[in-house]
C-alpha cells in the first residue's frame, strides 16, 4: 500500500473552503476517491514514527493499511499530535484519528470513538530510581507530560501534582533529563519502550504499579456524519482482532506481551 504524508493541513482547509465540507456520507466519499487520510504520530515509536527514508511505519501504520485494505482504498497519513489531533479532524483535515489516543468521555462529547478499541495501556512515570517510591509519594510532585494527553489532568486531579506539558514524547524526555520535572507521566508500554529503546535512560526506572488502566480507539467526526464509516470501521477492528492480525502488528513492534490484545484474539 502506498506510503505517503498529506501535503499539509492548510491545503486541506483550503478545499474545504472552496468546496464545502464533506457530505452527509463520508464513507461513500472515501470510497469514491479511493483514499483514507489517517492522523497519525510521528514520535511514537513503536506506534507510529518516521524511519531513516521518511517513511511512517509502526504498529498504527500496520493497523492503518490493513483497515485501509479491507475498506478497498489505499491509505495516507497526516501527522498530528497529541493536542491537535481532534482538531485536524474537526476541520476536516484527516477522516480517522489512529494516534496513541485514549477514549475518554470528555472526548466523547467532540468526536465519536470507533469500538471495539484496539490497543489498553496503563499509567506509570518515568524517572530515577530514587525521585518516587509509591503513588502517594507523587503528591505535589512536579512532572513533565506531553501536551493534550489525559494523564496529566488524572495526577493532576489525583495526586495535586504540577505537570508541564510539553509538545511531544522526545521534547518531554529531553525535559526531564534536564531536570525541569521529577518524572514523566505517561502511558506505562510507551515508557518501558522508551528506556529500551535510549541508551541515555540506563539510569531511570518506570517503577510504580501501572494504574488507571486506558483504552485506546481510533475515532471519526462527531455525529450523524461519520455514522456510516464508524460502523464499516467497527466492523473491521473487530474482524482484525478476531483474526489475531492486530496482536500479530503488535509482536512485530516489540508489544506482543500486552494482555488486552491476547485476549481480544483469544476470544
Known amino acids: 500500500m502506498t506510503k505517503s504524508f498529506a501535503s499539509s493541513a492548510s491545503a486541506a482547509a483550503m478545499l ?12 461513500s466519499d472515501i470510497k469514491a476517491a479511493g483514499t483514507i487520510n489517517f492522523g497519525v504520530k510521528a514520535d511514537s515509536k513503536p506506534w507510529a514514527y518516521v524511519d531513516t527514508s521518511g ?11 490493513a483497515v485501509a485494505e479491507k475498506l478497498g482504498v489505499e491509505p495516507t497519513f497526516t501527522t498530528v499530535s497529541s493536542a491537535n489531533r481532534i482538531q485536524f479532524l474537526e476541520q476536516g483535515n484527516i477522516d480517522v484519528v489512529l494516534a496513541t489516543m485514549s477514549d475518554t468521555e470528555k472526548r466523547r462529547q467532540v468526536v465519536t470513538m470507533v469500538e471495539p478499541h484496539y490497543f489498553a495501556d496503563a499509567t506509570n512515570i518515568l524517572f530515577t530510581d530514587s525521585a518516587f ?38 521534547e518531554a524526555i529531553a525535559a526531564l533529563k534536564q531536570g525541569q520535572c521529577g518524572g514523566f507521566i505517561y502511558a506505562d508500554q510507551i515508557l518501558r519502550m522508551q528506556i529500551a529503546e535510549d541508551a541515555a535512560l540506563a539510569d531511570y526506572v518506570v517503577g510504580l504499579e501501572p494504574v488507571n488502566p486506558d483504552y485506546w480507539a481510533m475515532a471519526v467526526e462527531l455525529g450523524e456524519d461519520g455514522a456510516a464509516l ?34 481480544q484474539a483469544a476470544d
Open 16 to 27: 474545504t473552503l472552496l468546496f464545502g465540507p464533506l457530505s452527509a456520507d463520508q464513507l
Open 133 to 170: 517510591t509509591d503513588w502517594d509519594s507523587v503528591d505535589n510532585a512536579s512532572l513533565c507530560g506531553v501536551r493534550g494527553s489525559f494523564y496529566n489532568r488524572w495526577v493532576a486531579e489525583e495526586y495535586s501534582a504540577d505537570v508541564q506539558a510539553y509538545a511531544g514524547v522526545p
Open 230 to 263: 464508524n460502523s464499516e470501521l467497527s466492523e473491521i477492528v473487530a474482524d482484525l482482532h478476531a483474526s489475531g492480525a492486530i496482536l500479530r502488528f503488535a509482536q512485530e513492534h516489540g508489544l506482543g506481551d500486552n494482555p488486552f490484545l491476547q485476549e
Open 55 to 65: 517513511n511512517p511505519v509502526g504498529f498504527e501504520i500496520d493497523l492503518a493499511e
